[in-house]
């Protein structure tokens, strides 16, 4: 699920008239996924995304979280434009670096049209780009590269296991609604192995990241005010993904998580089955926000703790997209013992998503 | 100094400051006040139009540092991805920019497209701002500047209907752009403006920003190199810098204009100084005699010029304000010259040109009055003392400083400009002018020893008192003869100006129906240009493409015509001037370019000339030079076939049609219009076009006309003052006039004749000064600051006109003097004073 923050609140009501211009594919249960085809692009979907989040650490083992993200978006606009800079598809990039020895994010962002080369989303494989910012799969390994004013990585996202489908085989519902849903697989485990360039100095690092790539035509459902969202890289092969929605009284009203043990058996949970319990809360210094970022998560009979690499992972994008949010590296426990690494977004607790 | 001569000096010095506001002196700080006025009000208006430039390219061109241009069509858009991947740049915006016609009217509006996402960090300027921001890239939306939106009159969710080609593209306003200053131009994306306004595959700008660090000229120079041709690569004040250069010329020329008004102020403070000296000598002689030395009564006479020079700069520079103010409100910061974009402008003002106009207007009043002050210091005391009216002395040594004055004018006007100013000519026209003022004894004697005595005794007595006072009667005529000068030179070059814009609009508009398209946006394509040809009543059809192609972007761009021309007979259709020619057979193809591409690239006919269309070198031979008044900024004509081929467009933007024989123009144009739809097309018969140019020639050159006047009215009141002074003063000569029987109305006549001759004589010199000096106005002020030729037109019967009312004014003013001055009684005249 997740990230759609980002396209309903960008282009705001947009979406209601853009429904007028143009039709969307809905998404719909048993349509089997292929790869590596669908790791391309949808463009005939309304949004997609690929979404790479990981724990890294140098040679001094300093720890690092880092994040690089690409939106895909039809706006349904200038569909019949002749021109190459006709709109029909936008293009955005997301990166962050968690680094505890800052105790701050540093954050890049940008924006294009697809086209001319300098920004594209391509079909039949990963290959997603905006100006220099890219994610590419050269044969089962991603090449993520970033050069942002305070940072710059380029890492190799080799894949040690078969994709994660989530929700019903890739069919996952945000909803009671049916149409409501995505499709969405997850890359976990994936092994990273690169360069990481910041505060003057170049180290290299490896460590462990995650994939998630999601498509869609549909909206956040009515009344949502924002969500939970967390994937974890388990230090035994094992991945869990699990989300909530949330309404404004901070009741979940739509869960889901599955659970991909060491041995490859996946178990999907339903929404009554899966439980965010918030652990403790900090209170963000710039906007006031409280946010719980430490959490108890339960899908079934799997039981996680979360605790924040550090504190301060709020990511300030009110200028590009009119958002504020918590999305940071994460430390999962069982019982108090260190089990694994992962990442958890929290949206919606300053003022409620506008839709 | 004795105290007594203290005394005395600070008697006549504070009755003269009483003196200040009245008569005489009222009017010298008047000149003072006038000519700072207007020096300071165009001054201001000048500022404040290069300083709206400059701040509206800052807005538009924002944080670029620097912008890639092509000509008006724009270049090839795959040269943006190559702008944007270069390794010494950071963002590329894209940029499409037409001048869109609005539909059913003739004004255009300036549409700018934009990738607002590339647009966001280097232009904030140009991001529209809506309650929808996906409509930042809908194609039907628009966003307007308030200004905009206020000249439109429309507001958001409002529809606004631009001409696209012979169709009518309706848009949504769907917000503003920009700040709340006056600029107006309205803001699309990109995709749209390429869609709707037929600008497929280009864009007309890509701004840069440059990695920081990276040397900028050093950026520009290497990526030069790879540009195609046409397209220029600089900083984006080098496009204000070159719209200000363009119209530096025209702002010079105000600003002289206006000193000018100042320099006739200080003659007129001459004027009224000498008289006043003259009529203090006795005054001066004593307090000499007392002990005061000399300098200290030049300081007395100057400090006199000072507070009248810092009175008059006061009221000139409030009075210069105001005028500023009301003519930018008026006519815009070019004064309806067309130089900049229309839009109301703020007087931009600052301390140090407020100064600078106090101390040109106290220098004027200092100059004027230095050699008067001499003149009181120079005077032998014993002979001052006996007699009260001698004439005035001039200098020995300004007879050859009058002819050295003459020389070197006239060998100034064959200098050449200095950086494209027409600097010595404007010197030469000062140095023939004070050359003339210093010559007037010299000129007046000899005019006047021409003429042989009368038999009538008051003409007699009339001519031999002004033989008698050369220098007098010079200084007295020096406000004249200047404003005479610079009026008459004005007159001709204007009158030789607008009979050449006449001749040369009846040459370049042979047609009997013109069609133009406004803006970018607008045009006929080949199927039009048949339908129109084929129209009834039309016999022939000529059609004209006209666009803009930079060749120096340190200039601004150049007109491109591309018509139906017959080369073999180039002088049918353009106002050729001096030789022209027909390229060999296997020479490049002809080209005919107007006196300012001449002057700017040196070309004389037969060179080769290389212009860039679309986005290659295409060479031509110059065939002739001609006359373009209308565009300034050059232009050239090449054969449409040609401009077809080489760019692959073959729409227009005019038609010239000539009529079938029993053909109406109603009627065709009627059909035009039924072809086109009402207000799409502008048509007009050669008559409007006509009057419309000749009444902005006349609109433009309002101002001059208006300095014309006012200079005239500053001569005339100078002589008027004079002459009441002197007649005034020379009570005692008819008190003995009286006194030996002659007649009051003799006496009256005998003045009468006197001012007529005066002012006959300033009226015959500033008429030589004056045409000597229009001769440089049009030969090298006009020629070296617009580029363009006239030829000389003097208006014979205006001129005799203004020289017979000065003349009968002059007469009438000394006459109803001389009422007064002799009114009193005889003996008491006489005696008067002693």
Redesign the interface.
Known sequence: MRRRHFLTL?????FA??EAEVRYPDVVAGAALAFPRDEGAHPAFRTEWWYVTGSLRDARQREYGFQLTFFRSR?G??EA???????RQ?LFAHAALANPAQGRLAVDER???AG???AYANEGRTDVAI?GASLVDRHGTYAAHLTARDFAFDLALTKTQPALLEGDAGFSRKSPAPLDASYYYSLPQLRAQGVLRHDGRSDDVSGVAWLDHEWSSRLLMSGAVGWDWTGINFDDGAALMAFRIRDAEGRAMWASATYRDRDGRTTTYAPQQVSFVAQSHWRSPRTGTDYPVAFAIRAGDIAVELDPLMLDQELDARAAIGVVYWEGAVRARIGGRAVGRGYLELTGYGKPLRI | MSVAAQYALSRAISGRARDVLKGRTLLAVMAIAFGVALGYAVHVINQSAVRELASGVALLSGAADLEVRGPREGFD??L??VL??DRDVQDAS?VVEVDAKLAGARATLQVIGV?V??ARSITPALVGRG?????T???DAIFLTRAAARGLGVEPGQSLHLQAGLQVATLRVAGYVGDDGDRQYAVM????V??RFAR??RVTRVDLRLAPGVDRAAVARRLQASLPAGVHVAPPATTADAVTRFSRAYRVNLDVLALVALFTGAMLVYATQTLAVARRRTQFALLRTLGLSSRRLVAGVLGEAIVLGIVGAIVGLVAGYALALLALQRFGPDLGAGYFEPGAVRPSVDAWSILAFALLGVLAAVVGSLLPALDASHAAPAAALKAADADVVVPARSRPLAWIGLGAGAAMAFLPAVNELPIFGYLAIALILLGGILALPTLARALLHALPVPRHVPAALALSHLRATPGRFASMLAAVVASVALMSAMAIMVDSFRDSLDAWLRVMLPADIYVRTAGDTAFLSVADQQAISALPGVAHAEFMRATTISLDPARPPVVLLARDIDAHDASARLALVGASMVPRVDAPPPAWISEAVADAAHLRPGDTLTLPIAGRDVAFTVAGIWRDYARQQGSIVIERKRYAASSGDATVNEAALWLAQDARAGAVRNALLAYAGTGRLQVTTPGELRRLSLATFDRTFAVTYALEAAAVVIGLAGLSAALVAQTLARRREFGMLRHVGMPRRAIGRMLAIEGALLAATGVIVGFVLGFAISLILIHVVNRQSFHWGMDLHVPWPSLAALGAVLIVLAAATARLASNHATGQDAVRAVRDDW
């Open positions: 960008a282009l705001g009501v947009a008239r853009a706006p606009v200038a434009s002749a021109s190459a800079f006709a709109p936008l924006a294009a049209r001319f080369g300098l100006d | 858009e795959h943006y991805p944007a991947r894209p990738d996402f590339r309650d929808d921001a996906l409509d890239l809908r194609p994306d990109i995709a749209a390429q869609d497929d595959g």
